[in-house]
């Protein structure tokens, strides 16, 4: 733990505490509250714990005031343009970028454990045809471990870092196989000769009838997708890999866990959303009485795709988001794709609009996104497990850097408003 800077003095009553104030390299100080509880019998109420640093982490920083986000120490924007993902899963793993030699190493090692365990394929079959793939990704990353017995062994770091390896390795194959199956569509093996990127568009959309023909657009749109959802600091799926990481339990059940958050509409369905609203929207020409709708408070009526809960003013990730999504329309040739045309008008009528403007509600990354899978032919059901094929290069680099720092069982307390000290009565007895 970082050593405290200063203090805040806190009194209840007659008793008084000091409290440390810890400075972290970036953002704002935190208080150590800690002896709130032991000398005060106090206890910090934090609904959501949205005022509450739950930990301390050195792999990525956010500040929503300012619209950035580093991912040790690097602005994104910088990794977006300029790197792969798989530089950037590196990074995120090791805290720093890898040398050539470390490049080719890691990449290969990504491919030979890409992967699965043909035993693994008989897990698919027992899904019916109609399930969530979310609900087939998050069955079977978690049933990972009892193929990989290992894993178990958290205490070893080289075990550690093989279960990381396998871990971003194979969930795109498990989220491409998961599409296939929904789809009633044979399995497609990854190849050594593709990238990150390039292979789960591989498995997503070859087939064995004929050559898959990989468009480097298109695969540098995914790879800056994937680049920009890989992690995002203690959000809620994030902290619910560390949750139950801090319980001992192997690295595939916490990935799992996060993944079942990370299913949530109001985490990992926004770019879902957006489409929702762009279909109850239908037309061009509905879009001004949509946006009057929006103004209007009373009438319940979101704008999906706009502003931000971090970011204050814009999303960093949209711009980069926005010229993918450009790009791949103009590579695809798309250009009257209802959808599409509706959301590029409604984009430039909110960024003209003085109301959208005042309040900072610009297009965020989950805006782009979508209109991106739609573009490529994504059904929307298959738009959270490339978010968890995303992410989990967060997730996993956040469990690691938990295991190998203060690992702690997490255990809240809480608020009690429910009944005091009551005793039982037969039931004869009860009115």
Same mark, same amino acid.
């Not at 365990?117 to 990704?137: V, Y």
């Not at 866990?257 to 509409?265: D, E, N, Q, Y």
């Not at 309040?359 to 059901?381: E, H, M, Q, T, W």
């Given at each position: 733990?970082?050593?405290?800077?200063?203090?805040?003095?806190?009194?209840?009553?007659?008793?008084?505490?000091?409290?440390?104030?810890?400075?972290?390299?970036?953002?704002?100080?935190?208080?150590?509250?800690?002896?709130?509880?032991?000398?005060?019998?106090?206890?910090?109420?934090?609904?959501?714990?949205?005022?509450?640093?739950?930990?301390?982490?050195?792999?990525?920083?956010?500040?929503?005031?300012?619209?950035?986000?580093?991912?040790?120490?690097?602005?994104?924007?910088?990794?977006?343009?300029?790197?792969?993902?798989?530089?950037?899963?590196?990074?995120?793993?090791?805290?720093?970028?890898?040398?050539?030699?470390?490049?080719?190493?890691?990449?290969?090692?990504?491919?030979?454990?890409?992967?699965?365990?043909?035993?693994?394929?008989?897990?698919?079959?027992?899904?019916?045809?109609? =399930?969530? !793939?979310? &609900?087939?990704?998050?069955?079977?990353?978690? $049933? %990972?471990?009892?193929?990989? /017995?290992?894993?178990?062994?958290?205490?070893?770091?080289?075990?550690?870092?093989?279960?990381?390896?396998?871990?971003?390795?194979?969930?795109?194959?498990?989220?491409?196989?998961?599409?296939?199956?929904?789809?009633?569509?044979?399995?497609?093996?990854?190849?050594?000769?593709?990238?990150?990127?390039?292979?789960?568009?591989?498995?997503?959309?070859?087939?064995?009838?004929?050559?898959?023909?990989?468009?480097?657009?298109?695969?540098?749109?995914?790879?800056?997708?994937?680049?920009?959802?890989?992690?995002?600091?203690?959000?809620?799926?994030?902290?619910?890999?560390?949750?139950?990481?801090?319980?001992? =339990?192997? !690295?595939? &059940?916490?990935?799992?866990?996060?993944?079942? $958050? %990370?299913?949530?509409?109001? /985490?990992?369905?926004?770019?879902?959303?957006?489409?929702?609203?762009?279909?109850?929207?239908?037309?061009?020409?509905?879009?001004?009485?949509?946006?009057?709708?929006?103004?209007?408070?009373?009438?319940?009526?979101?704008?999906?795709?706009?502003?931000?809960?971090?970011?204050?003013?814009?999303?960093?990730?949209?711009?980069?988001?926005?010229?993918?999504?450009?790009?791949?329309?103009?590579?695809?040739?798309?250009?009257?794709?209802?959808?599409?045309?509706?959301?590029?008008?409604?984009?430039?009528?909110?960024?003209?609009?003085?109301?959208?403007?005042?309040?900072?509600?610009?297009?965020?990354?989950?805006?782009?996104?979508?209109?991106?899978?739609?573009?490529?032919?994504?059904?929307?059901?298959?738009?959270?497990?490339?978010?968890?094929?995303?992410?989990?290069?967060?997730?996993?680099?956040?469990?690691?850097?938990?295991?190998?720092?203060?690992?702690?069982?997490?255990?809240?307390?809480?608020?009690?408003?429910?009944?005091?000290?009551?005793?039982?009565?037969?039931?004869?007895?009860?009115?």
């Amino acid at each position: 733990m970082t050593k405290p800077v200063s203090s805040v003095s806190v009194t209840a009553g007659d008793e008084s505490v000091s409290l440390p104030i810890i400075k972290g390299t970036m953002g704002p100080d935190v208080i150590d509250i800690h002896a709130l509880s032991s000398a005060l019998g106090l206890l910090n109420y934090d609904p959501g714990f949205v005022g509450t640093a739950s930990c301390e982490s050195k792999i990525t920083f956010i500040d929503g005031e300012k619209s950035l986000l580093l991912y040790r120490g690097y602005p994104i924007e910088e990794l977006a343009e300029r790197a792969t993902f798989t530089e950037v899963a590196y990074l995120l793993l090791n805290e720093e970028l890898p040398n050539v030699e470390q490049y080719r190493h890691f990449s290969q090692l990504l491919k030979k454990q890409s992967l699965l365990h043909e035993q693994i394929r008989n897990f698919f079959n027992g899904f019916r045809r109609d =399930a969530h !793939p979310m &609900a087939i990704l998050c069955g079977t990353v978690g $049933a %990972l471990s009892a193929f990989y /017995h290992e894993a178990v062994d958290i205490s070893n770091e080289a075990s550690r870092m093989l279960s990381a390896i396998r871990l971003i390795a194979k969930i795109p194959t498990i989220a491409a196989w998961a599409y296939k199956y929904t789809q009633g569509e044979t399995f497609m093996y990854p190849r050594s000769e593709y990238s990150y990127s390039e292979n789960l568009l591989y498995m997503m959309f070859a087939t064995p009838m004929e050559p898959y023909v990989m468009n480097p657009v298109v695969a540098r749109a995914i790879d800056r997708i994937l680049i920009l959802h890989a992690d995002h600091e203690q959000n809620a799926s994030t902290s619910t890999v560390r949750l139950a990481g801090s319980t001992g =339990a192997n !690295p595939f &059940a916490c990935i799992s866990a996060g993944i079942a $958050a %990370l299913w949530g509409p109001a /985490h990992g369905g926004a770019n879902e959303a957006v489409l929702k609203m762009l279909d109850s929207i239908g037309r061009k020409e509905n879009i001004p009485a949509f946006i009057e709708k929006v103004k209007d408070k009373n009438s319940g009526i979101r704008l999906m795709g706009f502003g931000h809960r971090v970011y204050k003013n814009f999303d960093p990730r949209a711009k980069i988001m926005q010229n993918a999504c450009h790009d791949v329309l103009n590579e695809l040739g798309i250009t009257h794709e209802p959808l599409l045309e509706l959301a590029m008008e409604l984009e430039k009528i909110a960024l003209e609009d003085p109301y959208f403007i005042e309040r900072k509600l610009y297009p965020n990354v989950d805006f782009y996104s979508g209109i991106i899978f739609r573009a490529l032919g994504i059904p929307s059901s298959m738009f959270t497990p490339l978010f968890a094929v995303a992410r989990a290069t967060g997730w996993i680099s956040q469990w690691k850097e938990m295991i190998e720092g203060t690992q702690r069982i997490n255990r809240p307390r809480q608020l009690y408003t429910g009944a005091s000290l009551r005793h039982f009565t037969p039931i004869s007895t009860r009115d």
